[in-house]
């Protein structure tokens, strides 16, 4: 059991050093990332449009019909 705490301690120092990264992001970069992210917000937006009744039955929010309609 100690053998895991240590190893998981030694890869939570490795991470929380830093470490030089010996790279350059040009602004193409950074509207590449941007570019990723919104077009990831918009497919999480069409895929909550396409199924927003399943979504809404299965968290309990749907009206009830009523016996008239």
Known sequence: MSLRWLL??????SL???????AYLDPGSGSLILQLILGGL???????KLYWHKLRNLLG????????E
């Open 16 to 22: 929380a050093t830093p470490q030089p990264a010996h």
């Open 61 to 68: 929010l749907s009206k009830k019909k009523s016996e008239t």
């Open 42 to 48: 918009a497919g999480l937006a069409m895929i909550l």
């Open 8 to 13: 998981v301690l030694v890869l939570l120092v």
